[in-house]
């Protein structure tokens, strides 16, 4: 998968080159290219941004900058790219989306700084053909710009392709699985620390009672704590 990322923080991305991420990388199965949106500026300040039309706080990133960026990254041969932007105001990035994503050959991040980018790029990229565009929020919190954000989906994503991970199988079972609850909770050795024991049928070597046990726990946890998870 190439994944492109365009920021005025390039060194935010630099964390990719680390763990898992960085090993696939090294393995060529991620392929990224991250750049400096002042690549396209074309004054000699390298201006990215101006005052929003309307008043208001902060500045807003300038289209003309974003589109020379996004034309030239778009001109990729990898196939039908998906565009994100990361945003406050987009919808809420799930595990679902993660898995989406995942199918993709090739994904642009679309990182904005101070008040966002003029909102005729994204609707100008949602009228072209040759790209799927979205807009994705990682919570209801914010954050001083997308890249942060970009890595946390980055992360979500990239887990999910074959290689990626050593054991595949820890995919299946973790919260926001297919199942769309919570993890079960989990324990090692020792069986007694401080005072506090491993629940007991984890011990019986009886697979089908601990499969019902930890289905069980994983309902009730996702009831207490997540009840918006759960649909019926
Ligand atoms: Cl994607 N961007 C920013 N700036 N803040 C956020 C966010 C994204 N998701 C939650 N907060």
């Given amino acids: 998968m190439r994944i492109d990322i365009i920021s005025v923080f390039p060194d935010y991305l630099s964390p990719l080159n ?15 290219r991250v750049h400096d949106l002042r690549d396209w500026a074309t004054d000699r300040h390298k201006t990215v941004d101006d005052t929003p039309y309307g008043g208001g706080a902060g500045m807003v ?9 996004l034309d030239s990254v778009l001109n990729a041969p990898q196939g039908p790219p998906q565009l994100i932007f990361p945003t406050p105001s987009g919808h ?9 994503l995942a199918q993709s050959e090739h994904l642009i991040f679309a990182c904005g700084r101070y008040e966002g980018i003029d ?3 994204a609707d100008h990229y949602k009228s ?3 790209v799927s565009v979205q807009e994705y929020s990682i919570g209801d919190y914010v954050l001083n710009g997308g890249e942060v ?3 946390v989906m980055i992360e979500a994503i990239t887990r999910l392709i074959p290689g990626v991970i050593g054991n595949p199988e820890s995919l299946v079972e973790e919260s926001h ?6 993890e079960y909770p989990v324990f090692t050795k020792p069986a007694q620390w401080r005072g506090l024991e491993v629940p007991e049928i984890l011990l019986s070597g009886n697979h089908a009672k601990i499969a019902a046990w930890r289905a069980a726990q994983a309902g009730a946890l996702t009831a207490q704590r997540r009840p918006d998870l759960i649909t019926n």
């Fill in 119 to 121: 909102s005729r790029v």
């Fill in 177 to 182: 699985n297919s199942e769309g609850l919570l």
């Fill in 128 to 130: 072209q053909s040759n």
């Fill in 92 to 100: 809420l990035f799930t595990q679902r989306a993660a898995e989406q």
């Fill in 61 to 69: 990133m300038r289209p003309d900058v974003w589109g020379s960026a």
């Fill in 149 to 151: 954000a970009a890595l």
């Fill in 18 to 32: 680390l763990s898992l991420i960085g090993k696939a990388w090294g393995k060529g199965l991620l392929d990224f």
